[in-house]
């Protein structure tokens, strides 16, 4: 699959049409996530699947914008009420209705994994991509995952391009694509922790 063109000097986040790291954040208003802006970063981030090259990421893939698509049909839907991702929950919920606020269970799980994988391959510098990605899928996704569906990521798991190679592919400039990695990273790994509690919490029940 073809992948966007990276700018001179550039790294492959920079292709990105949405990143987490400029993602609103309304610290007065109970942390509540744009929706819209939100969307467009996790559709982005799916294409970091493209550089990990296998078909196997496809099903990967494919799951996470399928939950993007319930939750933007829902921001189409009521998008007076779907500002941020916090009011999109408790007002589908009002509704009896609970798609989107599934779909977003599942994509933030899926961020988790996609995060904690790679924030841990950062910090390992010995560790392989598929080591990295099994044990962020282990303490992630597996958990929930029925024993159809396990096996179709272990094969993605193990699919993974050598470290180096896919460290390229982000870019020539390796201390560069790290630190904006990094960054990147840390601005998901508090979106995901908010929506986490969030979704742990009574107003996000159904």
């Not at 599942?106 to 391959?121: H, I």
């Not at 094969?155 to 904006?180: H, I, Q, T, W």
């Amino acid at each position: 699959m073809a992948t966007a063109q990276i700018p001179e000097g550039g790294t492959y986040l920079d292709t990105f049409k949405g990143s987490f790291t400029k993602v609103p954040i309304d610290a007065d208003n109970g942390n509540a996530i744009s929706t819209a802006e939100f969307l467009d970063a996790a559709e982005s981030l799916t294409t970091m699947f493209d550089i990990l090259g296998s078909v196997a990421f496809s099903p990967v893939k494919k799951d996470m914008l399928g939950n993007i698509e319930k939750i933007r049909k829902r921001l189409l839907a009521a998008p007076l009420e779907s500002q941020n991702l916090q009011d999109l929950v408790r007002n589908e919920l009002k509704t009896k209705s609970h798609t989107a606020t599934e779909g977003l269970l599942w994509l933030v799980r899926g961020l988790e994994f996609t995060c904690l994988a790679l924030s841990q391959n950062l910090a390992n510098h010995e560790h392989e991509l598929s080591e990295s990605f099994r044990n962020a899928y282990g303490v992630t996704l597996k958990p929930h995952h029925s024993f159809m569906i396990k096996p179709i990521f272990s094969a993605a798991m193990s699919a993974c391009p050598y470290r180096k190679d896919f460290y390229s592919k982000l870019g020539s400039n390796e201390g560069k694509v790290k630190e904006e990695l990094r960054e990147y990273l840390a601005a998901l790994d508090k979106i995901v922790g908010i929506l986490k509690a969030f979704l742990d919490s009574k107003d996000a029940k159904w």
